[in-house]
């Protein structure tokens, strides 16, 4: 491949976060969605017609066998997430995984090794470094404006069935810890460039046919003194999402994804941070110009394992606690 010629990205994931991947890849000059990939070969195909794209494949396999095709986005359900990381890289592909990378530490550790011995680009999908409310915020905190006091997160979604975010069912269930919680843990160490030194961790009932917590508290502390306080569930019938209360000592912001608003709730101007208000067009720009660059990428999977350390350490403080049935 050389600079004049596409780069050419397979798409895996047929589901909500593919369609944003393959939407934000049509925005980004000098990039072809060579090939997608889904559940089954009709969902394959299905996708592949939604997006326009001319070659569906009937498995990852086939996709990794392609000469032709340099990088792959993996939007796959999380338990195939570490495996299929290790697979693409053994191929010879560069590769981006959504979060989490795996649903353990020591699958997390085998990405990151793989991805030392071949010298591939592989990213993880860790969107909150690329929003531009976040942006917004870190900049302020670089050029040393701002200094986070408390990170107050809320992390809203009602799930009491296992249903995606396109309201069809799942064949794998979804995880407050390892899933969502890494988005904040990641984050908060990444803002305040401190790493986290302190991690407690409390938990609701078990779902008794998911078989897992819908209702999760996390705090956190970093080496800087900063403190972050995460409150998630599955059973909130109310807005749904994550909303990110920055507390600092010359001002408070409230981010929404991309957007962001002062603490008395005046909108803030981010349309000029970056080329794009999409988080992940931004982040899907950042695996693009690491490959053409040949360079680590902001979110690598070296950089985000000490989120999935300390999700390890948190999962291991549950384990130990006796939880209500």
């Known amino acids: ?3 004049q010629q596409p780069l050419r990205i397979a798409l895996a994931g047929g589901g909500a976060f593919g369609a944003k991947h393959a939407a934000a890849l049509r925005r980004i000059e ?3 969605l060579a090939a997608v990939v889904s559940s089954s070969p009709e969902s394959s195909r299905r996708f592949a017609a939604e997006q326009g794209v001319a070659r569906a494949a009937g498995s990852l396999e086939e996709v990794l066998a392609m000469g032709d095709v340099d990088a792959v986005i993996l939007a796959t359900p999380t338990p195939l997430h570490a495996a299929q990381t290790r697979a693409c890289l053994a191929a010879g592909k560069h590769v981006q995984v ?10 997390a550790e085998a990405c ?7 010298g591939l680009v592989a990213m993880a999908g860790h969107t909150r470094r690329f929003n531009p409310s976040h942006q917004w915020v870190r900049r302020r905190i670089t050029a040393g404006g701002f200094a986070i006091q408390q990170l107050d997160v809320q992390t809203y979604f ?35 460039g ?15 046919e998911l078989g897992i917590a819908m209702d999760m508290s996390i705090q956190l502390k970093v080496a800087s003194g900063a403190i972050c306080t995460l409150s998630l569930s599955f059973n909130n019938d109310g807005p749904l999402g994550t909303f990110f209360r920055y507390i600092g000592d010359t001002g408070t912001y409230l981010a929404r994804y991309d957007d962001l608003v002062t603490g008395a709730d005046e909108p803030v101007d981010v349309s000029g941070v970056d080329v794009s208000l999409d988080g992940i067009e931004l982040q899907d720009r950042e695996f693009v110009a690491a490959i ?28 130990d606690t006796p939880t209500p049935a």
């Open 1 to 3: 491949m050389t600079k």
């Open 30 to 32: 000098g990039v072809e």
């Open 98 to 107: 959504e979060i989490p990378v795996a649903a353990s530490l020591s699958d």
């Open 112 to 118: 990151v090794a793989a991805a030392e011995r071949t």
């Open 158 to 192: 009602f799930r009491r069935t296992n249903l995606n975010a396109l309201g069809q069912q799942r064949s794998w269930t979804d995880h407050l810890l390892w899933h969502h919680a890494a988005h904040t843990v990641d984050l908060f160490a990444y803002q305040t």
């Open 194 to 208: 401190s790493p986290i030194v302190q991690a407690n961790a409390i938990q609701g009932p078990i779902h008794p």
């Open 292 to 319: 053409r660059e040949g360079r680590e990428p902001n979110a690598s999977l070296a950089q985000v394992l000490p989120c999935y350390r300390t999700l390890a350490a948190l999962e291991q403080q549950l384990a």
